[in-house]
């Protein structure tokens, strides 16, 4: 059974920063692509990161870009996202996916991507 769980969400004030983890489980972590996502009220799903398999390659959505960092520890199964200065706007809730075996998932920020997906983290960000 595969698991995504999602850590680190939390209430910051513009300008913080977190760190956001996701653990996964039951999958050959090391084999996938992972993502993240984010969803405010009343918005769609968006992209917002994505780490090859190796870590090795990153791609970053151009709204973020420069403020996020995704990573990842196949020794943990776990991928991060750093979020540094914090606005408003990042309010929403972040969501960790895995992308098909062996499949590129740079230049690609489709959830069609992304067969599993965690609950979810919900970031909010004061003014």
């Known amino acids: 059974q595969v698991q995504l769980v999602e850590s680190g969400g939390g209430l910051v004030q513009a300008g913080g920063s977190l760190r956001l983890s996701c653990a996964a489980s039951?999958?050959?972590?090391?084999?996938?692509?992972m993502g993240w996502f984010r969803q405010a009220p009343g918005k769609e799903r968006e992209f917002v990161a994505a780490v090859s398999r190796s870590g090795g390659s990153t791609y970053y959505a151009d709204s973020i870009k420069g403020r996020f960092t995704i990573s990842r520890d196949n020794a943990k199964n776990t991928v991060y996202l750093e979020i540094n200065s914090l606005k408003p706007e990042d309010t929403a809730v972040y969501y960790c996916a895995a992308a098909q075996p062996y499949r590129s998932v740079v230049g690609k920020p489709y959830p069609n991507q992304y067969p599993y997906w965690g609950q979810g983290t919900q970031v909010t960000v004061s003014s």
């Open positions: 039951g999958l050959a972590f090391s084999s996938r692509g």
